[in-house]
């Protein structure tokens, strides 16, 4: 039965391996069931999963712990095992009392050969070696599920890093391309006598701010392209922008990736399995064990004084119980030892999801505030518009002064730079609470990446 039993379990494994795989090529297979809707932020992923050799290294060591699996339940099958020897034999034989053989020396050739089979019918510690070999087995599986979170969560916050950091630019060199026209115009009509010094320096200290400003925010693009590992070339091929109608509530969509437990969490739980199953197999090796015996030996005597050449057979076959009744002990402290082990990772699991429900809650005011923070920066951009465009009509008609124009077209393009940053600011946050309850995954990735359009 035991037989039948193990080569089922053998037969239904997967290679981890080859699942491991297809969870880190998530990305292609998306890119694969959407085609052109592929975006940059899609493209950049899949060739960032693609080039990390981190993730065939996890793929080997799922294939090794798919093998420990099989190992361990090969302890199911027979064990045969031969011992052959053959030699020559010297005997001398002394000769005391009245014995049946006389005193006397001899030297002959000896062949013995004896071969036994151990079959377990009953080993109470096969099967929790073989629940400890799986849960090691899914704990690599979750450590490599979580590289590729982490790896997924590094590639999308460096990516929105860096068109928010591209947007802000592209703010700052229209402001520049703006004040260089105006520093033209009004040194024109300063040198006419229409403009004052004081308009002419305002215009010049603005601009050189502007472009100090535009600087920080290149550098901050260049820095996060570097990070992510994407070329320059990617700029020249066109970057992107958020879409003005993306709807950043469609991320709350996404499906959990799994089962819909953070991998690591799974880890957590494959570890207190693991302690938990070898703590039963340290239990259960004072437990009896019955095995099917069979023993066949061969023993050829040639030229021995002993009644002169033979030669002998032998065929045993029975059950053997074998029971360590008191083993000094130790199987008893060493299942203490993995109860403890298994009660340290239940705390650590218990204190991780305690984190994780902290982490979700204060993930959802921050969006309520970044929600917040959106709606009042775009009523004031509204206000600031209509300062602007009021200041500009003044100054035309030659009710307002030059500067004031100047300032309110500034502090209105200010106020565009800090409704960027707060709309990025909740796409981060929002992201960020996606990631933590459904997962960063594949999925996530082609939600952000349908928020950006080409801006070329």
């Known amino acids: 039965m035991r037989n039948t039993k193990n080569t089922k379990e053998t037969e239904s494994l997967r290679p981890a391996g080859s699942r491991l795989l297809q969870l880190t090529l998530v990305a292609g297979l998306a890119l694969a069931a959407h085609g052109a809707k592929a975006g940059l932020l899609q493209d950049i992923y899949s060739g960032t999963l693609s080039a990390d050799q981190g993730m065939t290294v996890t793929d080997l060591n799922a294939k090794a712990a798919d093998q420990q699996v099989i ?32 005193s006397g020396t001899s030297t002959y050739g000896n062949t013995r050969v004896n071969a036994e089979l151990d079959q377990p019918l009953y080993d109470p510690t096969i099967k929790p070696l073989v629940d400890a070999a799986k849960a090691r087995r899914q704990q690599v599986l979750s450590r490599g599920r979580q590289t590729t979170e982490w790896q997924t969560r590094m590639v999308v916050e460096g990516f929105l890093r860096s068109v928010r950091y591209h947007a802000l630019s592209q703010s700052a060199d229209r402001v520049i391309a703006r004040l260089e026209k105006e520093q033209e115009t009004v040194t024109k009509s300063y040198e006419a006598k229409i403009a004052t010094l004081s308009d002419v320096q305002n215009v010049g ?33 066109g970057w992107v922008k958020m879409n003005p109608e993306a709807n950043t509530a469609v991320l709350t969509d996404v499906v959990p990736d799994g089962k819909g437990q953070p991998a690591e969490i799974e880890r957590l739980k494959a570890e207190a399995a693991e302690a938990s199953n070898q703590g039963i197999a340290a239990k259960r090796r004072s437990w009896p064990v019955l095995s099917l015996y069979g023993e066949y030996g061969f023993d050829n005597a040639g030229g021995s004084s002993f009644g002169g050449p033979r030669d002998q057979s032998l065929y045993a076959a029975g059950v053997v119980v074998k029971w360590d009744i008191f083993s ?79 300032t309110a077209y500034l502090a209105c393009e200010s106020t565009a730079r800090e409704l960027t940053n707060a709309q990025y600011d909740r796409l981060v946050q ?5 990631g933590q309850t459904a997962g960063w995954n594949g999925a996530l990735v082609e939600k952000v990446d349908a928020l950006f359009v080409a801006s070329k």
């Open 71 to 102: 190992t361990e339940q090969r302890r199911y099958l027979p064990k045969v095992s031969i011992n052959a020897h053959e030699g020559a034999v010297y005997q001398d034989v002394r000769k005391s009392g009245n014995p049946v053989f006389k």
């Open 328 to 406: 000094r002990g130790m199987n008893r402290s060493e299942a203490r030892e993995f109860a403890y082990r298994k009660q340290a990772k239940e705390a650590e699991l218990r204190a991780m999801s305690a984190d994780r429900q902290k982490a979700d809650v204060y993930s959802k005011e921050f969006l309520d505030q970044s929600n917040r923070s959106v709606a009042e920066l775009a009523d004031l951009m509204k206000q600031y518009e209509g300062l602007r465009d009021s200041s500009a009509r003044a100054y035309e008609a030659g009710k307002d002064s030059y500067i004031n124009a100047i």
């Open 205 to 237: 200290l603005a601009l050189a701010s502007m472009k100090r400003e535009r600087n920080n925010f290149t550098q901050q693009f260049y820095h996060e392209l570097s990070t992510m590992g994407v070329s320059s070339e990617k700029v020249k091929e």
């Open 430 to 434: 929002q992201t960020l609470y996606c």
